[in-house]
């Protein structure tokens, strides 16, 4: 099971770090991801990090700005934002799967994620 946390009311430009913990499994043995809904659309894939941490991808929203990382000792991921803007408001969610090959520079899908955490929701106002 995935817990994410650590969303709330923040202003632009100001930094926020969710955080997913992972009960039941190893979190080492899985590739990372997370996801975003914003109102009215569909979740995308803003980033991830694979099974080895030797891959990561950022949607180019986001990229230079969010960064992802895992803490084993904690079975924790965390996702970092940085220099938020109004246009990141959206539901977050963090996935996990244990495939090898998952989290590639062509981009994540919802699909290829087979655990979820439950959402957290992150409004960024002007």
């Known amino acids: 099971q995935l817990q994410a946390s650590g969303g709330g009311l923040v202003q632009s430009g100001d930094s926020l770090r969710l955080s997913c913990a992972a009960s039941?499994?190893?979190?080492?043995?899985?590739?990372v991801g997370w996801f975003r809904q914003a109102p009215g659309k569909e979740r995308e894939g803003i980033g991830c990090v694979s099974r080895d941490n030797k891959r990561q991808y950022f949607a180019d929203s986001v990229n230079g700005r969010f960064t992802i990382s895992k803490e084993n000792a904690k079975n924790t991921m965390y996702l970092q934002m940085n220099s938020l803007n109004t246009e990141d408001t959206a539901v977050y969610y963090c996935a996990a799967d244990p495939n090898p090959l998952r989290c590639t520079s062509g981009g994540i899908k919802r699909r290829e994620f087979r655990y979820w955490g439950q959402g957290t929701q992150v409004t960024v106002s002007s």
């Open positions: 039941g499994s190893d979190l080492a043995a899985y590739a």
